[in-house]
């Protein structure tokens, strides 16, 4: 199992930005596409924002279309999530996901043990 070490979650102001990051080692990055969900509290997990093994398309929700933007550094091994004008409802645990040879939009392979983004109003 690949290990997906997250990071960069806190507490910020509505309107605020943030950037998530997830590290992981060069041979899950090579043969995975990336991505990130969330879960608030009471709710399901839901998919956030996704991008293909090679980076060159991305996906999101709709909800944070605009908003957050996900890229991936092939140098470091890194995803990352920036994420600007922050709302209340943005508030949850993020997770970092690879699925194997795929993009995980809705189910993934692995999983990072979550960073807590809360935003206040």
């Known amino acids: 199992q690949a290990q997906l070490v997250e990071s960069g979650g806190g507490l910020v102001q509505a309107g605020g930005s943030l950037r998530l990051s997830c590290q992981t080692s060069?041979?899950?990055?090579?043969?995975?596409?990336m991505g990130w969900f969330r879960q608030a509290p009471g709710k399901e997990r839901e998919f956030v924002a996704a991008?293909?093994?090679?980076?060159?398309?991305?996906f999101y929700a709709d909800s944070v279309k605009g908003r957050f933007t996900i890229s991936r550094d092939l140098t470091t091994y890194t995803v990352y999530l920036q994420m600007n004008d922050l709302k209340p409802e943005d508030t949850a645990i993020y997770y970092c996901?690879?699925?194997?040879?795929?993009?995980?939009?809705?189910?993934?392979?692995?999983w990072g043990q979550g960073t807590q983004v809360t935003v206040s109003s």
């Open positions: 991008i293909t093994l090679n980076g060159d398309t991305t």
């Open positions: 996901a690879a699925r194997r040879l795929a993009t995980p939009r809705d189910r993934a392979d692995d």
């Open positions: 060069g041979r899950t990055f090579i043969t995975s596409g």
